[in-house]
């Protein structure tokens, strides 16, 4: 059986919109076509965020922390922090996240000691606190943090999205653009949609070696 030999297949901002516009049963005619195709691609993008599909934007960033300092920037770019430890003496310690309630409800936030828990202040540009205040400035935070994927941009680029969601982008920028131009359509493109999405992340979800072993409460030894 004869194949083509590639995985190069990838799809740009001008594919996505056409094949949106054909679930649609709709044409690509004009340029604000494009344009509001567009808009409604990056509004799913931000869906996307909130819902923390996007798990391929993890970085993994270290902090420099201060003696004295308790806050520090993320970087407007930053959607959320996953995870955190602390560095000492080549020793990692994990960092508890607490709630804005539970931080704000610290009685004494300049006390110093090693930290032991942050707090993400999700403003527009993200703030990371910690608590006890830093009582050096050779301690490092390590930490996961979910960022932004990028906009489409220009027509001709290509997305920020792995292989495994494309069929997900198609259905949900289709769904998207039913809302606007096809109401008919609008309960079958959301189904499909509502079907991929879930697809993908079920695939995106972290895997772990399991091994099932026999109880011994049901051995007796005589």
Do not use: H
């Amino acid at each position: 059986m004869a194949t083509s030999g590639t995985k190069t297949f990838e799809l740009n901002v001008t594919d996505y919109i056409e094949e949106a516009f054909e679930r649609c049963g709709l044409e690509v005619r004009t340029g604000y076509d494009v344009q509001t195709a567009k808009r409604s691609l990056n509004l799913m993008l931000a869906e996307w965020a909130n819902r923390g599909i996007n798990q391929w934007t993890i970085e993994q960033t270290t902090q420099t922390l201060t003696k004295g300092t308790a806050s520090y920037s993320l970087g407007a770019n930053t959607i959320d922090v996953l995870s955190a430890v602390v560095r000492r003496d080549s020793t990692d310690f994990g960092l508890t996240r607490v709630s804005r309630d539970d931080y704000l409800n610290i009685p004494n936030k300049s006390t110093e000691a090693r930290v032991s828990q942050f707090f993400v202040d999700r403003q527009i540009e993200p703030l990371l606190k910690v608590w006890p205040t830093p009582d050096n400035s050779t301690d490092v935070i390590i930490f996961d943090r979910l960022v932004r994927m990028d906009d489409s941009g220009s027509a001709i680029n290509t997305l920020d999205v792995p292989f495994r969601f494309y069929p997900c982008l198609a259905a949900g920028l289709s769904y998207y653009l039913a809302i606007k131009r096809a109401p008919d359509r609008i309960q079958l493109l959301k189904a499909v949609y509502e079907e991929e999405i879930d697809r993908a992340m079920t695939e995106d979800r972290d895997r772990a070696s399991f091994n099932v072993q026999p109880s011994l409460d049901y051995y007796r030894v005589n």
